[in-house]
């Protein structure tokens, strides 16, 4: 599990990079930039969550050790 939320890391990453390539800065809420606007938002929701869950599981399993 630990190394599928690093794959899902890794995708949400490359996502969020070629996102912001497809941003154009000039008219950011345009026809265009919406969508490329969308895909940066969700890619970095993904990684805050993805990253939450990894310190969870972290707590969690300090916590068993005690």
């Given amino acids: 599990m630990k190394y599928f939320i690093y794959i899902l890391i890794a995708?949400?990453?490359v996502l969020?990079?070629?996102n912001t390539i497809h941003l154009d800065f000039k008219d950011l809420f345009g026809k265009?930039?919406?969508?490329?606007?969308?895909?940066?938002?969700?890619?970095?929701?993904?990684?805050?969550l993805m990253l939450i869950l990894l310190i969870s599981r972290r707590i969690q399993e300090k916590k068993k050790g005690k």
């Fill in 11 to 13: 995708i949400a990453s």
């Fill in 32 to 48: 265009d930039s919406k969508a490329a606007l969308v895909g940066v938002f969700a890619s970095a929701c993904t990684i805050v």
């Fill in 16 to 18: 969020l990079a070629y």
